[in-house]
Protein backbone atom coordinates (compact mmCIF):
# COMPACT_ATOMS: atom_id res chain seq x y z
CA UNK A 1 0.00 0.00 0.00
CA UNK A 2 1.87 3.35 -1.05
CA UNK A 3 1.55 6.06 1.89
CA UNK A 4 1.50 9.65 1.11
CA UNK A 5 2.60 12.26 3.45
CA UNK A 6 1.58 15.62 3.98
CA UNK A 7 4.46 18.20 3.66
CA UNK A 8 5.12 21.86 5.07
CA UNK A 9 7.33 23.44 2.84
CA UNK A 10 8.80 27.13 2.74
CA UNK A 11 8.01 29.00 -0.46
CA UNK A 12 10.46 31.36 -1.27
CA UNK A 13 10.18 34.39 -0.59
CA UNK A 14 10.90 35.06 2.71
CA UNK A 15 12.13 38.19 4.70
CA UNK A 16 11.68 39.25 8.54
CA UNK A 17 9.06 38.03 9.86
CA UNK A 18 7.46 34.74 8.87
CA UNK A 19 4.14 35.03 7.18
CA UNK A 20 1.06 32.59 6.68
CA UNK A 21 2.02 32.60 2.68
CA UNK A 22 5.41 31.38 3.10
CA UNK A 23 4.07 27.90 4.56
CA UNK A 24 2.61 25.13 1.51
CA UNK A 25 1.05 22.14 2.07
CA UNK A 26 2.33 19.77 0.08
CA UNK A 27 1.90 15.59 -0.76
CA UNK A 28 5.19 13.29 -1.59
CA UNK A 29 4.98 9.80 -1.60
CA UNK A 30 6.60 7.27 0.38
CA UNK A 31 8.80 4.68 -0.43
CA UNK A 32 8.44 1.23 0.55
CA UNK A 33 10.39 -0.19 3.54
CA UNK A 34 13.71 -1.85 3.19
CA UNK A 35 15.83 -3.46 6.37
CA UNK A 36 15.81 -1.21 9.23
CA UNK A 37 13.18 1.32 7.86
CA UNK A 38 10.60 2.57 10.06
CA UNK A 39 7.23 4.41 8.81
CA UNK A 40 6.68 7.17 11.46
CA UNK A 41 2.98 8.69 11.63
CA UNK A 42 3.43 12.22 13.31
CA UNK A 43 1.64 12.79 16.88
CA UNK A 44 3.17 16.43 17.69
CA UNK A 45 5.32 18.74 15.62
CA UNK A 46 7.81 20.75 17.75
CA UNK A 47 8.40 24.79 16.73
CA UNK A 48 11.12 26.64 17.59
CA UNK A 49 13.29 29.73 17.40
CA UNK A 50 16.07 28.17 15.07
CA UNK A 51 13.99 27.64 12.56
CA UNK A 52 13.94 30.76 11.40
CA UNK A 53 17.91 30.42 10.93
CA UNK A 54 18.05 26.72 10.28
CA UNK A 55 15.46 26.11 7.43
CA UNK A 56 17.54 24.74 4.75
CA UNK A 57 16.25 25.22 1.56
CA UNK A 58 12.24 24.77 1.07
CA UNK A 59 12.05 22.10 4.02
CA UNK A 60 11.50 23.13 7.52
CA UNK A 61 13.57 21.09 10.07
CA UNK A 62 12.47 20.14 13.87
CA UNK A 63 12.09 17.50 15.91
CA UNK A 64 8.66 15.20 16.03
CA UNK A 65 7.37 12.90 18.56
CA UNK A 66 6.00 10.05 16.35
CA UNK A 67 4.55 6.45 16.56
CA UNK A 68 5.97 3.43 14.75
CA UNK A 69 3.44 2.55 11.96
CA UNK A 70 5.07 0.09 10.38
CA UNK A 71 8.06 -1.69 10.94
CA UNK A 72 10.88 -3.80 9.42
CA UNK A 73 13.22 -2.75 12.38
CA UNK A 74 12.91 -5.46 15.56
CA UNK A 75 13.97 -2.56 17.79
CA UNK A 76 11.29 -0.26 16.76
CA UNK A 77 8.12 -2.14 16.92
CA UNK A 78 4.96 -1.15 15.86
CA UNK A 79 3.42 0.88 18.08
CA UNK A 80 6.40 2.81 19.58
CA UNK A 81 6.68 6.11 20.27
CA UNK A 82 9.86 7.77 19.21
CA UNK A 83 11.29 10.88 18.73
CA UNK A 84 13.35 12.27 15.78
CA UNK A 85 14.61 15.05 13.47
CA UNK A 86 12.32 14.54 10.71
CA UNK A 87 10.93 18.13 10.16
CA UNK A 88 7.13 19.45 9.25
CA UNK A 89 5.28 16.48 7.80
CA UNK A 90 2.67 14.06 8.91
CA UNK A 91 4.61 10.49 7.99
CA UNK A 92 8.26 9.54 7.19
CA UNK A 93 10.40 6.26 6.09
CA UNK A 94 13.34 6.54 8.31
CA UNK A 95 16.44 4.73 8.74
CA UNK A 96 17.01 3.62 12.25
CA UNK A 97 20.62 2.84 11.79
CA UNK A 98 21.27 6.15 9.60
CA UNK A 99 22.61 9.54 11.54
CA UNK A 100 20.32 12.26 10.86
CA UNK A 101 20.73 15.80 11.41
CA UNK A 102 23.83 17.32 13.50
CA UNK A 103 24.38 13.47 14.11
CA UNK A 104 20.84 13.00 15.99
CA UNK A 105 19.19 9.52 15.46
CA UNK A 106 15.52 8.28 16.14
CA UNK A 107 15.47 7.84 19.75
CA UNK A 108 13.11 5.29 21.50
CA UNK A 109 10.71 7.36 24.40
CA UNK A 110 8.81 6.06 27.28
CA UNK A 111 5.35 6.47 26.81
CA UNK A 112 4.29 7.55 30.66
CA UNK A 113 0.73 6.90 31.42
CA UNK A 114 -1.20 10.23 32.63
CA UNK A 115 1.83 12.64 30.94
CA UNK A 116 1.62 13.91 27.46
CA UNK A 117 4.48 12.71 24.79
CA UNK A 118 4.93 16.21 23.83
CA UNK A 119 7.11 16.65 26.64
CA UNK A 120 9.84 14.90 24.71
CA UNK A 121 9.82 18.37 22.61
CA UNK A 122 10.04 20.70 25.85
CA UNK A 123 10.57 20.09 29.54
CA UNK A 124 11.52 16.43 28.82
CA UNK A 125 13.48 16.77 25.28
CA UNK A 126 16.29 19.32 23.79
CA UNK A 127 14.98 22.66 25.58
CA UNK A 128 15.14 21.09 28.71
CA UNK A 129 18.41 19.57 28.16
CA UNK A 130 19.49 22.59 27.23
CA UNK A 131 18.05 24.22 30.17
CA UNK A 132 19.61 21.59 32.58
CA UNK A 133 23.22 21.31 31.37
CA UNK A 134 23.69 25.02 30.78
CA UNK A 135 21.99 25.91 34.26
CA UNK A 136 24.28 23.12 36.34
CA UNK A 137 27.54 22.96 34.07
CA UNK A 138 28.55 26.34 32.75
CA UNK A 139 26.53 29.19 34.99
CA UNK A 140 28.42 27.87 38.18
CA UNK A 141 25.17 28.84 40.90
CA UNK A 142 25.63 28.83 43.88
CA UNK A 143 22.62 29.14 46.93
CA UNK A 144 21.56 32.84 47.48
CA UNK A 145 23.07 34.28 44.23
CA UNK A 146 20.70 36.10 42.25
CA UNK A 147 19.78 34.91 38.48
CA UNK A 148 17.95 37.53 35.29
CA UNK A 149 16.38 34.53 33.10
CA UNK A 150 14.97 36.21 29.72
CA UNK A 151 12.18 34.58 27.76
CA UNK A 152 11.65 33.15 30.80
CA UNK A 153 8.17 31.99 29.96
CA UNK A 154 9.64 29.92 27.07
CA UNK A 155 10.63 26.64 26.93
CA UNK A 156 14.41 26.46 28.12
CA UNK A 157 13.56 29.33 30.37
CA UNK A 158 10.45 27.99 32.37
CA UNK A 159 13.09 25.37 33.03
CA UNK A 160 16.37 26.97 34.29
CA UNK A 161 13.88 29.46 36.64
CA UNK A 162 12.47 26.05 38.06
CA UNK A 163 16.51 24.46 38.19
CA UNK A 164 17.11 27.67 40.00
CA UNK A 165 14.69 27.82 42.72
CA UNK A 166 15.56 23.87 43.56
CA UNK A 167 19.22 25.44 43.78
CA UNK A 168 17.86 27.93 46.01
CA UNK A 169 19.20 31.23 43.97
CA UNK A 170 16.41 33.99 43.82
CA UNK A 171 14.94 33.94 40.31
CA UNK A 172 13.81 37.12 37.97
CA UNK A 173 12.20 35.90 35.26
CA UNK A 174 11.89 38.41 31.85
CA UNK A 175 8.69 38.10 29.83
CA UNK A 176 6.51 39.64 27.55
CA UNK A 177 2.67 39.82 28.69
CA UNK A 178 1.10 39.98 32.35
CA UNK A 179 -0.26 36.72 31.41
CA UNK A 180 3.09 35.01 31.10
CA UNK A 181 4.92 37.10 34.20
CA UNK A 182 1.88 35.57 36.27
CA UNK A 183 2.67 31.88 34.76
CA UNK A 184 6.55 32.26 36.38
CA UNK A 185 5.40 33.31 39.65
CA UNK A 186 3.31 30.69 39.69
CA UNK A 187 6.09 28.31 38.96
CA UNK A 188 7.70 29.62 41.85
CA UNK A 189 9.99 32.66 40.28
CA UNK A 190 10.85 35.09 42.51
CA UNK A 191 9.99 38.18 40.23
CA UNK A 192 8.42 39.19 37.18
CA UNK A 193 9.30 41.73 34.42
CA UNK A 194 6.75 42.37 31.94
CA UNK A 195 9.25 43.89 29.08
CA UNK A 196 6.42 45.20 27.36
CA UNK A 197 5.38 47.46 29.99
CA UNK A 198 8.07 47.84 32.80
CA UNK A 199 11.20 50.01 32.96
CA UNK A 200 13.28 46.69 32.79
CA UNK A 201 16.34 48.86 34.79
CA UNK A 202 14.80 50.35 37.58
CA UNK A 203 12.63 47.13 38.03
CA UNK A 204 15.78 45.06 38.62
CA UNK A 205 16.86 47.47 40.63
CA UNK A 206 13.80 46.83 42.73
CA UNK A 207 14.01 42.90 43.04
CA UNK A 208 17.90 43.03 43.39
CA UNK A 209 19.83 46.39 44.21
CA UNK A 210 22.88 44.65 44.84
CA UNK A 211 22.80 43.34 41.47
CA UNK A 212 23.15 40.25 39.52
CA UNK A 213 25.08 36.78 39.71
CA UNK A 214 24.11 35.17 36.86
CA UNK A 215 22.39 36.16 33.67
CA UNK A 216 20.70 33.38 32.01
CA UNK A 217 20.33 35.15 28.04
CA UNK A 218 17.50 33.95 25.47
CA UNK A 219 16.93 36.74 23.88
CA UNK A 220 20.17 39.40 23.47
CA UNK A 221 19.33 42.98 21.99
CA UNK A 222 18.66 46.14 24.09
CA UNK A 223 17.07 43.50 26.85
CA UNK A 224 20.04 42.25 27.00
CA UNK A 225 21.98 45.09 27.42
CA UNK A 226 20.21 46.65 30.29
CA UNK A 227 21.01 42.99 32.38
CA UNK A 228 24.62 43.27 31.47
CA UNK A 229 24.57 46.11 32.89
CA UNK A 230 23.37 45.31 36.39
CA UNK A 231 26.25 42.24 36.52
CA UNK A 232 28.06 41.98 39.55
CA UNK A 233 31.71 41.51 39.06
CA UNK A 234 32.69 37.55 39.24
CA UNK A 235 29.04 37.18 37.80
CA UNK A 236 28.44 35.13 35.15
CA UNK A 237 26.38 35.54 31.76
CA UNK A 238 25.38 31.98 29.70
CA UNK A 239 24.28 33.52 26.27
CA UNK A 240 22.06 30.23 25.11
CA UNK A 241 20.42 31.77 22.23
CA UNK A 242 19.25 35.72 20.96
CA UNK A 243 16.03 35.45 20.00
CA UNK A 244 14.78 38.81 19.69
CA UNK A 245 17.26 38.89 16.27
CA UNK A 246 16.62 36.37 14.61
CA UNK A 247 13.79 37.43 12.33
CA UNK A 248 16.48 40.33 11.29
CA UNK A 249 17.46 39.59 7.67
CA UNK A 250 20.58 39.88 8.07
CA UNK A 251 21.08 37.10 10.49
CA UNK A 252 18.55 34.48 8.67
CA UNK A 253 19.37 32.01 6.05
CA UNK A 254 16.08 31.21 5.72
CA UNK A 255 13.91 31.12 2.17
N1 LIG B 1 22.06 26.95 22.80
C1 LIG B 1 21.20 25.94 22.67
O1 LIG B 1 21.57 24.78 22.61
C2 LIG B 1 19.75 26.25 22.62
C3 LIG B 1 19.36 27.55 22.57
N2 LIG B 1 18.03 27.86 22.54
C4 LIG B 1 17.69 29.27 22.50
O2 LIG B 1 17.00 29.60 23.69
C5 LIG B 1 16.07 30.63 23.42
C6 LIG B 1 14.68 30.20 23.91
O3 LIG B 1 14.27 29.02 23.22
P1 LIG B 1 12.88 28.30 23.62
O4 LIG B 1 12.70 28.41 25.09
O5 LIG B 1 12.85 26.99 22.97
O6 LIG B 1 11.84 29.28 22.94
P2 LIG B 1 10.26 29.31 23.00
O7 LIG B 1 9.77 29.23 21.61
O8 LIG B 1 9.69 28.40 24.02
O9 LIG B 1 9.99 30.78 23.54
C7 LIG B 1 10.38 31.86 22.76
C8 LIG B 1 9.89 33.16 23.41
O10 LIG B 1 10.86 34.18 23.20
C9 LIG B 1 10.23 35.42 23.40
N3 LIG B 1 10.62 36.40 22.37
C10 LIG B 1 10.38 36.34 21.05
N4 LIG B 1 10.84 37.44 20.45
C11 LIG B 1 11.38 38.20 21.42
C12 LIG B 1 12.01 39.47 21.43
N5 LIG B 1 12.18 40.18 20.30
N6 LIG B 1 12.43 39.97 22.61
C13 LIG B 1 12.26 39.28 23.75
N7 LIG B 1 11.67 38.07 23.82
C14 LIG B 1 11.23 37.54 22.66
C15 LIG B 1 8.72 35.19 23.29
O11 LIG B 1 8.17 35.26 24.60
P3 LIG B 1 7.64 36.66 25.19
O12 LIG B 1 6.17 36.68 24.95
O13 LIG B 1 8.00 36.57 26.61
O14 LIG B 1 8.33 37.76 24.44
C16 LIG B 1 8.63 33.75 22.78
O15 LIG B 1 7.46 33.08 23.17
C17 LIG B 1 16.16 30.92 21.94
O16 LIG B 1 17.03 32.00 21.75
C18 LIG B 1 16.76 29.66 21.38
O17 LIG B 1 17.43 29.87 20.17
C19 LIG B 1 17.05 26.91 22.58
C20 LIG B 1 17.39 25.59 22.65
C21 LIG B 1 18.78 25.16 22.62
C1 LIG C 1 19.83 30.50 15.18
C2 LIG C 1 20.83 30.10 16.17
C3 LIG C 1 20.17 29.39 17.26
C4 LIG C 1 21.13 29.02 18.30
C5 LIG C 1 20.51 28.52 19.53
C6 LIG C 1 19.59 27.39 19.32
O1 LIG C 1 18.37 27.56 19.33
C7 LIG C 1 20.18 26.10 19.16
C8 LIG C 1 19.44 24.99 19.12
C9 LIG C 1 20.05 23.67 18.90
C10 LIG C 1 20.38 22.88 20.15
O2 LIG C 1 21.66 23.10 20.62
C11 LIG C 1 20.26 21.45 19.75
C12 LIG C 1 19.34 21.46 18.61
O3 LIG C 1 18.77 20.47 18.21
C13 LIG C 1 19.12 22.83 18.10
C14 LIG C 1 19.46 23.08 16.68
C15 LIG C 1 19.23 22.06 15.68
C16 LIG C 1 19.40 22.65 14.31
C17 LIG C 1 19.45 21.67 13.23
C18 LIG C 1 18.15 21.16 12.80
C19 LIG C 1 18.18 20.91 11.38
C20 LIG C 1 17.18 19.88 10.97
O4 LIG C 1 16.39 19.37 11.75
O5 LIG C 1 17.25 19.58 9.79
Redesign the pocket.
Known amino acids: MVTMAKVWRLSDSFHGLPRVENFVLTEEELPSLSSKDVLIGAVYLS????FRVFSSGKNLPGEQVGRVLDSKSAEYPVGSLVCVHAGWRSHSVINVTKPRSYGTKVVKIVDVSGVSPSLWLGAAG??GV?AFM?FHNKCHPKPGEVIVV????????SVVGQLAKLKGLTVIGI???NE?CQYIKDLGFDHAIN?KMDDISSSLDTASPSGVDIYFD??G?N?SNTVNSKMKSHGRVLD?????T?NDDSASQGH
Not at 47 to 50: A, E, I, R, S
Not at 240 to 244: A, E, L, V, Y
Open positions: LDPYMPTASSAAGAVGAGSKYNVGICGSISY
